[in-house]
């Protein structure tokens, strides 16, 4: 019959010398894991985190007042305080209270739009208002709402 012994074929990734993930190996890598795990909360704190909440706070307050502007039937700006009238004949006042920018319906209550505002001014265009707004941190951001018809 045969004299020739049958080779198997089977690829493998590793050579036959090697067994694989070893009892040596698993006392090293959790040594070395170990070791460096103390580390890690001083590599954490020496990223560098950044927060935009205040500048989409911002833009979120510019919605609102597009928005409320886009409502409105008629509308009186003076420099600290925008007053809008809607369909329902509510007069809607946007003003800064405190450091805060808040609007209220009908003068009673209010809903707080923004926060940690030092100043607010609006100014009248012909084609709509301009606001600038000054944040605690002494920033300043503008925007002009513009009248749609």
Known sequence: MLKT?????????IPGSERGFTF????????????S?????FLIKSVNYSSHHQEISI??????????VMKATDYAVTPTVVKLLNHDDETITIEQYGNLIRRQVKGTGHEIYLRDIQAVT????????????TSLQGETYEKTIIFYQ
């Open 37 to 41: 795990l103390p580390f890690a909360p």
């Open 59 to 68: 833009q979120q307050f510019f919605y609102f007042l597009r928005d409320d």
């Open 24 to 35: 040596i190996t698993l006392l090293l890598t959790i040594t070395i894991l170990f070791m």
């Open 5 to 13: 012994k049958k080779k198997r074929f089977a690829c493998t990734a």
């Open 122 to 133: 609006f100014e009248k265009l012909p084609y709509g208002i301009h606001t600038t707004i």
